[in-house]
């Protein structure tokens, strides 16, 4: 089997499109939450805190030197990247519980039989019986 035969098998298998449609819709789904967080959900936030931009939030470590410019500790940043990452997580939290909502229940396993005789031990016992019986 030539490689290119194997690479279309590897790449044409179920579970890879799959994965690579997942890949791609996810990334789309990040970039849409990230726009919703900076965009609309951290202004009114901000605005509530006192008119705070929350991606202008940092801690100077170092002030500007020349044309070097200032060293800073971005923590606005990283309040919006903690929100993005609670709502995007919270969204396939939802994704994952309606779609065990729609999985079809299992019936009820049927409860094992009590340990007894086998068939085999209950004929061999007849058996037994009736050789007694007759001597």
């Known amino acids: 089997m030539s490689m290119i035969s194997e690479f279309k098998d590897f790449a044409m298998r179920g579970n890879v499109v799959d994965m690579a449609v997942g890949i791609v819709i ?6 849409i939450v990230s726009s919703f967080v900076a965009d609309v959900l951290m202004p009114p936030i901000g605005l509530m ?8 939030l940092a801690l ?10 200032p060293v800073l500790m971005s923590y606005g940043v990283f309040i919006q990247t903690v929100v993005d990452f609670l709502i995007i997580a919270f969204a396939i939290f939802l994704v ?10 299992e019936p009820p ?27």
Not at 26 to 31: D, H
Not at 97 to 105: C, D, I, P, R, T
């Open 96 to 105: 994952v519980k309606a779609m065990n909502s729609l999985k079809k229940e």
């Open 109 to 135: 396993a049927e409860p094992e039989p009590e340990p007894g005789p086998s068939p085999e031990q209950v004929l061999l016992t007849e058996i037994r019986d009736a050789l007694r019986s007759q001597s």
């Open 60 to 69: 100077t470590l170092k002030e500007a030197v020349g044309d070097t410019g």
């Open 26 to 31: 996810g990334g789309a789904f990040g970039k």
């Open 49 to 56: 805190l006192g008119g705070v931009d929350f991606s202008d």
